[in-house]
C-alpha cells in the first residue's frame, strides 16, 4: 500500500492520531451506554467497549498474519496486551484520590485478571507441542475461543450474583449508574459505533504503514510491532481509560484493560486461523514468548494488588503499579537490545 518512507510515517502518525481521537470519544459513550443499558461498567466494558478498543490490534494483527508475517502480526497483539497492562500503572499516576485498584475494587474485575492469566497460557503452551493443524489452525487455538467464552459466563455469573463483596472505604468508588438520562439512546450507539467503524480502519492503515516502514528501513518485525505498532494501536486504551477516570467511571477503566487483553487472545487466535502456512505459534521468533510471559507477570502482580487493596503507595500509587510500570520497562529493553 507504501512504497516509500516518507509517506509510511505521514499515514503512521496521521492514523495513530485518529486512533487516540476516537479513543477519547468512545469512554463518555461508553459510560452512557453502560447506564442506559444497565449493564454496568464493568461488564459493558469486558463486552463493547473492550472489543471496540481491540479494533486496530485486530486489524493491524490480522493483517499482518495474512500477508505471511508471524513476527509481525504476533509481537503487535502481544506487545499490545503488555504495554496496556503499563497503561494501568500510567492511570493510577493520573487518579491522585487513592490507589486506582483499591478504588475500583470489584469482583469483575478479579475475574478478568484470573481469566487473563489462563488464556495467555495457552498460545505459550502450544509452542511446545507437536506443529498440528487441522485446515491450517492449531488445535489450541479453538480451545482459547472456548476458554473466552466459559471466563465471559462465568464473569456474568460473578456480576449478577457475586459470593464476596470488596470492603467499602472513603476511597472506594462504586459504579452506580445515573437514574436520568439526557439525549437519545439511538444517536449514542450511532456515535459508539460509528467510533468502533474509525478505530478499526486506522489500526488496519496502521499496520499497512508499519509492514512498509519495516520493510524500507531494515528494522525488525519485532521491534516495529512489539514496540511502534503496539503502542499506537494500544492508545485507544490509554484515551479510553485516562477519560474513564476523569468522568469517575473506574471500574470501566479497569476492566476496559483486562477486558481488552481478554478479547486480544481472540484477536491471537484470528491470526493463526488467517495464517496461512500452518501453525502461527512456531513460525514466529521465540523472542514472541517474552511478551505473553511479561503480561502474565504483570496481570499476578495487577491480581495481587487488587485483592491487597493497598489505599497509597510509592508516590501516590499502589505497589503494583510501580512493580508493573518497572516490570514492563525492563521488559521493553530487553527486547529492544535482543532485536
Known amino acids: 500500500m507504501f512504497s516509500s ?5 505521514i499515514a503512521f502518525g496521521i492514523a495513530a ?31 463493547l467497549l473492550a472489543g ?53 475494587a470489584s469482583p469483575v474485575n478479579l475475574m478478568l485478571a484470573g481469566l487473563l492469566i489462563v488464556l495467555l497460557t495457552l498460545p505459550l503452551l502450544a509452542i511446545f507441542t507437536p506443529t498440528v493443524t487441522r485446515w491450517s489452525v492449531h488445535p489450541i487455538t479453538p480451545v482459547i ?30 459504579d452506580e449508574p445515573e437514574k436520568h438520562h439526557h439525549g437519545r439512546s439511538a444517536s449514542v450507539w450511532l456515535g459508539f459505533i460509528g467510533m468502533a467503524v474509525v478505530t478499526g480502519m486506522a489500526g488496519w492503515i496502521l ?16 521491534l516495529v510491532g512489539g514496540v511502534f505498532t503496539a503502542l499506537a494501536t494500544s492508545t485507544p486504551e490509554l484515551v479510553t481509560t485516562i477519560a474513564a ?9 479497569v476492566s476496559n484493560i483486562f477486558g481488552t487483553n481478554c478479547f486480544n487472545m481472540l484477536v491471537v487466535a484470528a491470526a493463526d486461523a488467517g495464517y496461512a502456512h500452518g501453525s502461527i ?45 518497572g516490570v514492563y520497562a525492563v521488559a521493553l529493553s530487553v527486547v529492544v537490545v535482543s532485536t
Open 207 to 222: 499496520m499497512e504503514a508499519a509492514k512498509a516502514i519495516a520493510d524500507l528501513t531494515g528494522l525488525s518485525e519485532t
Open 281 to 325: 505459534y512456531h513460525d514466529m521468533a521465540p523472542i514472541q514468548m517474552t511478551w505473553g510471559l511479561v503480561s502474565i507477570l504483570m496481570t499476578a502482580i495487577l491480581l495481587l494488588g487488587l485483592v491487597r487493596r493497598e489505599t497509597y503507595g510509592i508516590g501516590r500509587i499502589g505497589f503494583e503499579s510501580a512493580l508493573i510500570l
Open 17 to 47: 492520531l485518529v486512533i487516540v481521537i476516537a479513543g477519547s470519544q468512545l469512554a463518555r459513550l461508553a459510560d452512557t451506554l453502560a447506564d442506559r443499558t444497565g449493564l454496568g461498567e464493568a461488564l459493558f466494558g469486558v463486552l
Open 245 to 253: 477516570i476523569r468522568i469517575g467511571a473506574l471500574t470501566l477503566a
Open 5 to 9: 518512507l516518507i509517506p509510511s510515517i
Open 145 to 174: 475461543i472456548a476458554a473466552y467464552l466459559f471466563g465471559l459466563h462465568l464473569i456474568h455469573r460473578t456480576r449478577a450474583k457475586p459470593m464476596w463483596f470488596p470492603r467499602q472505604t472513603l476511597q472506594t468508588v462504586s
Open 52 to 104: 471496540v478498543t481491540s479494533l486496530p490490534d485486530f486489524a493491524a494483527t490480522l493483517s499482518a498474519a495474512v500477508d505471511g508475517r508471524p513476527d509481525l502480526a504476533m509481537s503487535n497483539v502481544m506487545g499490545s496486551m503488555a504495554v496496556n497492562l503499563a497503561f494501568l500503572g500510567v492511570a493510577d499516576i493520573f487518579y491522585r484520590k487513592a490507589n486506582l485498584e483499591h478504588a475500583a
